[in-house]
């Protein structure tokens, strides 16, 4: 009886996307929404997220920090820190994103950042996937290969 009863829960899509301008919020936002809407994917709310490139809080260097220092010595080298300055700002900061706007999820999709081979450590790529995914809901990680994989015919 109690499986005719059963409805599964109903979950809201909330869809991020990053702006690489802020004067491109609008446009970007109503892109997305009739991309999706093309594709007949329902969704409750489109956040385009214009601020991605400003420094990450102290806090989350800190744990960054934290998180290095716990490895071997030697295991990330400071010019490949230095060489990946602006990448790892960004990962703070999208983990400072996903903190405020997703920690009450019940999942969230993110596309995997595509490591750039002889330019990142294994060790620093993976504390960033640790940093971003860190005290959040169950995170589905899901890596592309930089190509369109959605086809609509009009």
């Not at 970007?28 to 929404?33: D, F, H, N, Q, V």
């Not at 594709?39 to 102290?58: G, L, M, Q, Y």
């Not at 995997?112 to 990680?141: C, E, F, H, Q």
Request: glycine fraction near 2%; charged fraction near 30%.
């Amino acid at each position: 009886d109690h499986v005719k009863n059963y409805r599964p829960k109903i979950c809201k899509l909330r869809v991020f996307t990053l702006a690489n301008r802020k004067d491109e919020l609008d446009s970007e936002t109503r892109k997305m929404a009739t991309m999706l809407a093309k594709f007949r994917i329902e969704f409750s709310s489109v956040v385009v997220i214009p601020d991605v490139t400003k420094p990450a809080s102290e806090a989350s260097r800190a744990r960054l920090d934290s998180m290095l220092a716990s490895l071997p010595v030697g295991a990330i080298k400071d010019d490949e820190m230095l060489e990946n300055k602006e990448k790892t700002n960004r990962h703070l900061r999208l983990s400072e994103l996903l903190q405020t706007h997703s920690k009450d999820s019940e999942l969230i999709f993110l596309t995997l950042p595509m490591p750039r081979k002889g330019r990142v450590s294994a060790p620093l790529y993976l504390a960033w996937l640790d940093i971003m995914t860190d005290n959040l809901p169950p995170t589905l990680l899901i890596r592309g290969n930089q190509s369109s994989v959605l086809t609509f015919y009009s």
